[in-house]
């Protein structure tokens, strides 16, 4: 396709100041020159282990936070010279939904007393009393019937699957382009998963939206790729290592860290599980935020680590669908 | 087990049986709220002011814990049964060194060890657990990685040498590689040691990777148990069937994966007959009136379901 993707991090660079109280101030730079591009209706799940900038890049896409560099542009244009109107209304278009369902409500009103005034604000609907029979459409649509039902009820009075579908229905309920979930369905049971991934998908078609599923189980995100459309992109240390349509970064993984979680991650199937052999790794530690390896940030734990690897930043390349950012990568191809 | 709360009383352990043998490592899975933590905290009587065990009987080598004195109880917690709890490696005391950690742990169960015997032992177990003694020994806890942290709380464990030790999710905050290291450990130090591990997790994949045998929990009961291999290639409860499909890997075909309809069992208000029934595909009308027994299927595996023997 030629047409413009949807959303296009070129270049973004954030980082925080930590300390100052009792030690000396520290730049943290949680996501490091990220580039990547979400087209229309197209899904990205971004995965990557606790720290390594995921969530940040996330809410860097959702304007929530604005980027210490590089520009973010939603379709096509930077979100960050965007005149006052024209940004509210790119903020009705992305939405985002929380890990914990619980904390994402006011649990003193509810669920139409929650869902109910942003619809009538963006004049999705005139009145209340239109507002109630939209908010009855979305949660039949959402598989909890019948709607009259939760509408009136507080969130303490409904389990965890339950809150996690009103969180969907809230945000879909303004037909937003591009929704970002991060760890949308890590709080639910396991039984539960597969069930809301499903739904996020059924919403997907309905109201033609984007998703940036942010997670560190790549079980799950390798369902919601393969079930939906898109790719996976790995994090480590803030920077994307590599990416690749549908599930080809789990199947034929090409970084040495990814090579190294596939056969780390357990999966379950005993025999299979069992023989797998312990990965080979110079270190086992994960370097700290505030002191971050020169050169490719996972060299200290690389088995394949060269000098190349200490001295210089290895660019994010592309190998046939594939972008790929080691500079060896040539032999891991295949 | 049971609780009393708001709406009601609460049986999270109800009616429960399970044998755990020497040398084993039984690998205790369940979703939230299946009463996996509980039962590992009742075994070792921990009780919640809210909480009172009702009845039964808790046997450890012909012993019952549930009529123990309060120092008989001291005595032999620690000794002969340890537990490490979720997330126990956050719980160190932030102002005293590791070693000290090791000192009042010993001394709050056994008064009488001696300073010397407790740091050989310390070292000891600072090497099983893959820690440099010397190094990690005499460090604050904010010094340690949280791995590091979590190895030291199974050597904590670990110092009286208790026969068996359980594991309430040791992994579930750790990185990947992390957890595939620790993982190992513990094998290397079960083969070392022969003690038998409960190892209590959400995770079918981490108990396919260490445990021997596997119990199932379902709704404050034990649904299915069964050598690690018959569970994971040939299980026989519906709930155990339907978990398996619903859990997303990296390995094998998406196509067979099938999400697991309606909600969790409402633990006040827990349904008539079997806990499983109101989303089991196979249920008939026994199922919502009659509450099926753990039968015997072999020398190991047992299940709780009316209709085993036709659905296998």
Redesign the interface.
């Known amino acids: 396709m030629s047409e413009e993707p949807l959303l296009k991090i070129i270049n973004v660079t954030k980082e925080f100041v930590k300390g100052g109280l009792f030690s000396s101030k520290k730049a943290v730079r949680a996501v490091d020159s990220v580039s990547l591009e979400i087209g229309m209706v197209e899904n990205v799940a971004l995965v990557g282990?606790?720290g390594c900038g995921k969530s940040t890049l996330g809410k860097l896409t959702l304007g929530l936070l604005k980027p210490d560099s590089g520009q973010i542009l939603f379709e096509g244009r930077d979100i960050w010279t965007l005149k006052k109107e024209e940004f509210s209304n790119f903020r009705r278009n992305a939405q985002i939904i929380h890990q914990d369902p619980y904390t994402s409500l006011n649990p003193v009103r509810t669920i139409f007393q929650s869902l109910a005034p942003p619809l009538i604000r963006n004049k999705e609907v005139p009145d209340s009393k239109a507002a109630y029979e939209r908010l009855k459409e979305l949660l039949t649509m959402v598989g909890l019937t019948p709607p009259e039902d939760f509408l009136n009820r507080y969130p303490a009075r409904m389990?965890g699957?339950?809150m996690q579908r009103i969180i969907l229905a809230r945000a879909v309920s303004l037909r937003p382009k591009y929704v970002v979930a991060d760890e949308a369905v890590s709080m639910l049971?396991?039984?539960?998963?597969?069930?809301a991934v499903?739904l996020m998908l059924e919403l997907q078609k309905k109201f033609r939206v984007s998703y940036l599923f942010i997670t560190h189980d790549?079980?799950?995100a390798?369902?919601f790729i393969?079930?939906g459309r898109g790719k996976i992109a790995m994090m480590y240390l803030g920077s994307i290592v590599e990416a690749g349509e549908g599930?080809s970064v789990?199947q034929r993984p090409i970084h040495p860290y990814t090579r190294?979680?596939?056969t780390?991650?357990?999966?379950?199937?005993?025999?299979?599980?069992?023989s797998r052999p312990?990965?080979s790794?110079r270190s086992?530690?994960?370097p700290r935020l505030e002191q971050v390896p020169s050169g490719c940030k996972f060299h200290p734990r690389c088995p394949y680590a060269e000098k190349i690897c200490e001295e210089k930043v290895p660019e994010l390349r592309a190998f046939d669908s594939r972008l790929v950012a080691c500079h060896f990568a040539e032999r891991f191809v295949n | 087990m049971e609780f009393r709360v708001p709406r009601g009383i609460l049986k999270a352990v109800d009616n429960l049986d399970l044998d755990v043998y020497n040398d084993e490592v039984l690998g205790l899975v369940g979703?939230?709220?299946c009463g996996k933590s509980v039962l590992a905290h009742t075994i070792l009587r921990i009780v919640d002011p809210n909480g009172r065990i009702a009845g039964g009987k808790i046997m450890f080598q012909g012993k019952d814990i549930l009529s123990m004195s309060k120092e008989e109880l001291r005595r032999f917690r620690w000794k002969e049964i340890a537990i490490v709890f979720q997330g126990a490696f956050n719980s160190f005391n932030p102002v005293i060194r590791i070693f000290e950690h090791m000192l009042d742990t010993t001394y709050a169960h056994d008064e009488k060890a001696s300073k010397e015997e407790i740091v050989k032992r310390s070292k000891e177990l600072m090497r099983m657990v893959r820690l440099d003694p010397d190094a990690v020994l005499v460090r604050y806890p904010h010094e340690l990685?949280g791995?590091m942290k979590q190895r030291a709380v199974a050597a904590m464990a670990m110092l009286l040498d208790p026969k068996l030790l359980i594991l309430d999710e040791p992994f579930s905050a750790l990185?990947?590689?992390?957890?595939?290291?620790f993982?190992?450990t513990l094998v290397d130090i079960r083969r070392e040691t022969r003690k038998s591990m409960i190892f209590i997790t959400?995770?079918?994949?981490?108990?396919?990777?260490i445990a021997d045998r596997v119990a199932v929990m379902y709704g404050g009961v034990i649904v299915e148990a069964a050598g690690?291999?018959d569970i994971?290639y040939k299980p026989r409860h519906p709930y155990t069937r339907?978990?398996?499909k619903?859990?997303?890997?990296?390995?094998?075909s998406?196509d067979e994966?099938?999400?697991?309809?309606g909600?969790?069992p409402d633990p006040v208000n827990p349904p008539p007959g079997c806990e499983f029934h109101p989303r089991c595909p196979h249920r008939i009308d026994i199922c919502s009136r009659v509450r099926p027994k753990l039968e015997q299927v072999d020398d190991v595996s047992l299940v709780a379901c009316h209709r085993w023997r036709e659905l296998n």
Not at chain 2, 176 to 181: N, S
Not at chain 2, 246 to 252: D, K, L, N, R, T
């Open positions: 282990e606790s389990s699957g339950q049971d396991a039984s539960l998963r597969l069930g499903d790549l079980g799950i390798r369902y393969l079930k599930d789990i190294v979680m596939m780390a991650i357990s999966v379950p199937d005993p025999k299979l599980t069992r312990l990965p790794l086992l530690d994960v | 979703e939230s709220g990685s791995g990185d990947v590689l992390t957890q595939k290291f993982m190992k959400h995770d079918l994949a981490q108990v396919a990777e690690v291999e994971f339907a978990l398996l619903a859990v997303p890997s990296i390995v094998g998406i994966l099938k999400p697991l309809p909600p969790l």
